[in-house]
């Protein structure tokens, strides 16, 4: 007896359904987060990888689960410039959706400028200043270009932001084992003006978005009642880094930056 064409077509349409009906699952997109300890999550003080001190609070951990993307976490601590540039691109091609670089701080020498001005009377830092800038303005821009010309040429489709640093004082003293003196500090926040404006530039020049944090972080510095910097800490390495806080503040104008 022939089975009954009425009974067959349930079957028929669910068939059907899983052939050529069922709703397809876009895969996550990819983002890829480049650079330094401010995009690695040092300061945060917890760390699922120490050695480049990456850390599940950092700013590319929080957008990725905000923008239901697929994370490689290149950045890594103590990167500079051609760090970035010969170690962390493997992963970029034309499928990458999203990238955020930053890079700059180590190359100009920040950290070892900020020990200087640290340490205690007679010491100044004023020449370390000055050597940082002169590097800003002369050497910096060309490596930025090389490393953002390559970003783009392995990644055609990506929105790439620049994330920058913010300025780290307020013009305080707060700390008897770091003091760093008014003039200094004005000294160092007009170095991390250069350094922004400097990274901005490049960046724009090749297309990307840039984050400049020094306004949202205004009013959030070392010495601020809401820090989301930490000052002169133990272990040393934490000091003068965003943490956890700062770190959310960034993956708020990230993220705009990346769905922009």
């Avoid at 052939?19 to 003080?45: E, F, K, V």
């Avoid at 100044?124 to 953002?148: F, H, K, M, V």
């Amino acid at each position: 007896m022939p089975f009954p064409l009425r009974a067959a077509l349930p079957l028929l349409a669910a068939v059907s359904f899983v052939l050529i009906g069922a709703p397809a699952h876009a895969a996550a997109p990819a983002y890829t987060a480049l650079g330094d300890s401010y995009a690695s999550g040092t300061g945060t003080r917890e760390y699922f990888d120490s050695g480049c001190q990456r850390s599940s609070y950092a700013y590319p951990v929080l957008d990725a689960a905000r923008l239901g993307a697929t994370l490689t976490f290149a950045a890594c601590a103590g990167a500079k410039v051609p760090d970035v540039l010969n170690k962390q691109l493997g992963s970029l091609n034309a499928d990458t959706r999203y990238v955020t670089v930053s890079a700059g701080g180590n190359d100009i020498g920040w950290s070892s400028v900020i020990i200087q001005c640290a340490k205690p009377w007679p010491y100044t830092c004023w020449g370390q200043i000055d050597t940082a800038e002169s590097y800003i303005r002369n050497t910096l821009p060309g490596q930025l270009d090389g490393l953002y010309a390559r970003i783009r040429s392995l990644a055609p489709n990506a929105t790439v932001a620049v994330v920058g640093y913010p300025r780290l004082f307020n013009g305080e003293e707060c700390n008897a084992i770091a003091r760093i003196s008014p003039g200094e500090q004005a000294e160092l926040n007009a170095a991390a003006d250069l350094l922004a404006t400097t990274i901005k530039g490049r960046a724009a020049a090749h297309g990307f978005g840039f984050v400049d944090a020094r306004g949202p972080f205004t009013g959030h510095a070392v010495c601020d009642d809401v820090e989301w910097i930490n000052g002169t800490s133990w272990p040393t390495g934490e000091s003068y880094h965003p943490n956890r806080t700062g770190h959310t503040g960034y993956a708020g104008i990230v993220e705009t930056a990346l769905r922009a």
